[in-house]
């Protein structure tokens, strides 16, 4: 739903008739009317925007999101031209221009072809008003690349079905009367994201020749959707090869190096058993602009191999190659055109990691807001079969000249209302105090007013456990990881990786025992950290008052620290190694 009411915001935003809830309305499953049906304007000018929209899934896997906003888009389309009618109008003018050229020279067997097709389309006698409106979606506005040639294939079986669905069958015709149904492969391709063409410096496609050459190629492709038997695609296949000849020797006549002129003229959108090692829009699906929408839920973790990262170091500059979820953050950034959206279901390292630190700052400075909503694994199922904390990352309007920063919700233990997420800028309260998201940092997760608040009021301390912490010093336990209300102990409670000894000053002992046992502490480690692994930066981020003011409380804060431990340890079992 986002992704497409910020594109319409910005489609229309020179209406004043319409707004978000407007948008919100127009895509409520709940409810079939169409909040702008006194307004013929700006209906004509919605369906015109969203047959204009250019939308790319860059780790597709199996179709899951492009099928998601297809269904968004029917639903819209349905509201908006019950009948079809505008939507039949402009295809229709569609189908006439881009068989103009083979009408002017007399070809209008073509011609008559394209329009037959449109119009069978649209029939509702042999199809469902939804097939028109998937077929001519699916044809203009939805891209899909996994590297995984399997996964690219359940995303056009997937798309198949979906239109098939939306057919009528009659036993008295061939095949039941059944169409044949588009060819897919220049709509999902399998190829790796990550790898752009290495395109020569200072060498755009300008000759004559080449851009000759690239149209009629891209015309070739764009008949291979329609392509209805096997002797077609053939024929489309031969002429493609022609082609990729004659272009091959006109790029290295223009100086492209070899390499990339052979893999440009070698892709083989046919072979179904392979993925290319590179991806780029212009060649596979002719767009060269960018794309509107950029959704995605990529792969996380330490995924690359040496020889990748070797290969990506010097292309991406605001990544982190440990974690291959942060290229794709760039990756996506990269591919869209300006004012753009991506959306994104990503690991929520992105909020606490410092590896993410550039990720955060490309996206701070090159995107109007940005929105990470993060749901904790424990008890919060956001999403089906949900086995790893993830955040959502919405950012809207790339390279607008209004730049409000990053916005953070509290990471969910439980399952929230997803349309009532309250938020905080975070510009504000990076960690360390004072840090620009150009240096290291982490991003905190806020949420509502009153966590900010709480924030607001510690960060005005100018003091930290940092400057209590003192090599040689008095020995403390503390809890490395483990999710825990426990985290600090004057005696080692049991025997473990993730309990460590902790030095201090002395007469701050008891104090920072106190200090990171109560929810006070729990809160500002769930805020900075992952909720899970106690990080040292953290804890000596924590802001104290003044040292004077917590020495005027030594003697109470001893007796305190006493019975805490008398009490706490009382219910410690030993065979257990655990606090009851």
């Not at 959108?269 to 959704?295: A, R, S, Y």
């Not at 605001?318 to 942060?326: A, E, G, H, K, N």
Request: proline share 4%; with cysteine; net charge positive.
């Amino acid at each position: 739903n986002e992704s497409i009411i910020a594109y319409l915001k910005t489609a229309l935003s020179d209406n004043t008739k319409v707004n978000e809830d407007n948008f919100r309305f127009l895509l409520n499953y709940n409810t079939e009317k169409n909040p702008f049906e006194s307004d013929k304007e700006t209906t004509v000018k919605i369906i015109d925007a969203i047959e204009k929209i250019k939308i790319l899934d860059p780790a597709c896997g199996s179709g899951a999101f492009p099928m998601g906003i297809l269904h968004k888009l029917v639903l819209v389309l349905h509201k908006l031209d019950p009948e079809n009618k505008y939507w039949y109008k402009l295809q229709y003018q569609k189908a006439i221009k881009e068989t103009e050229e083979v009408f002017k020279v007399g070809d209008k067997q073509e011609r008559e072809e394209r329009l037959k097709e449109v119009n069978e389309a649209f029939d509702t006698s042999i199809n469902d008003p939804n097939y028109a409106r998937k077929l001519f979606l699916i044809r203009n506005c939805i891209y899909g690349v996994d590297i995984q040639e399997i996964a690219v294939q359940i995303s056009k079986l997937r798309f198949f079905v979906s239109l098939l669905i939306d057919q009528q069958t009659d036993d008295n015709k061939p095949n039941r009367g059944i169409k044949a149904l588009p060819n897919l492969e220049t709509k999902f391709v399998a190829a790796n994201t990550l790898i752009g063409l290495d395109r020569p410096q200072q060498l755009t496609i300008k000759d004559p020749d080449i851009e000759k050459l690239e149209s009629e190629l891209f015309k070739v492709r764009e008949d291979i959707f329609y392509a209805n038997s096997r002797w077609k695609k053939i024929e489309l296949h031969n002429k493609i090869s022609q082609l990729c000849q004659q272009l091959k020797k006109e790029l290295l006549k223009s100086g492209f190096p070899n390499i990339t002129a052979e893999q440009i003229t070698s892709w083989d959108l046919f072979d179904q058993n392979t993925h290319t090692d590179w991806f780029d829009t212009e060649w596979m699906f002719g767009i060269k602009d960018g794309f509107d929408v950029v959704i995605a839920n990529p792969p996380y973790g330490n995924l690359l191999k040496s020889h990748e990262k070797k290969s990506m170091d010097d292309k991406y500059s605001f990544s982190t190659l440990s974690d291959i979820s942060s290229p794709f953050i760039e990756r996506g950034f990269t591919l869209l055109k300006n004012q753009g959206n991506l959306i994104f279901i990503i690991t929520y390292a992105i909020t606490f990691s410092k590896v993410f630190s550039k990720n955060r700052e490309l996206v701070a400075n090159g995107f109007k807001d940005i929105y990470i909503f993060t749901f904790d694994r424990d008890r919060c199922r956001i999403f089906e079969s949900m086995t790893q904390t993830v955040s959502i990352l919405k950012c809207f309007n790339k390279n607008s000249f209004n730049k409000k920063g990053i916005f953070t919700s509290r990471m969910f233990r439980e399952t929230p209302a997803i349309n009532n997420i309250e938020v905080t800028n975070c510009n504000k309260y990076l960690m360390p105090k004072l840090s620009e998201y150009n240096q290291k940092h982490r991003l905190p997760k806020i949420g509502e007013d009153i966590n900010r608040q709480i924030l607001e009021k510690l960060l005005r301390f100018n003091d930290n456990v940092g400057s209590m912490i003192k090599n040689g010093g008095h020995k403390i336990w503390i809890r490395t990881s483990g999710n825990y209300w426990y985290n600090a102990f004057d005696r080692k409670p049991y025997d473990s990786v993730e309990i460590s000894p902790l030095y201090v000053d002395k007469d701050f002992a008891n104090f920072i025992i106190l200090l990171m046992n109560p929810s006070l502490f729990y809160f500002w480690f769930r805020i900075y950290g992952d909720g899970r692994h106690m990080n040292m930066d953290i804890l000596e981020s924590f802001p104290l008052p003044s040292r004077e003011k917590i020495l005027k409380y030594n003697i109470l804060l001893n007796k305190m620290k006493e019975r805490f431990m008398n009490e706490l340890f009382s219910v410690f079992e030993k065979e257990r190694n655990r606090f009851m």
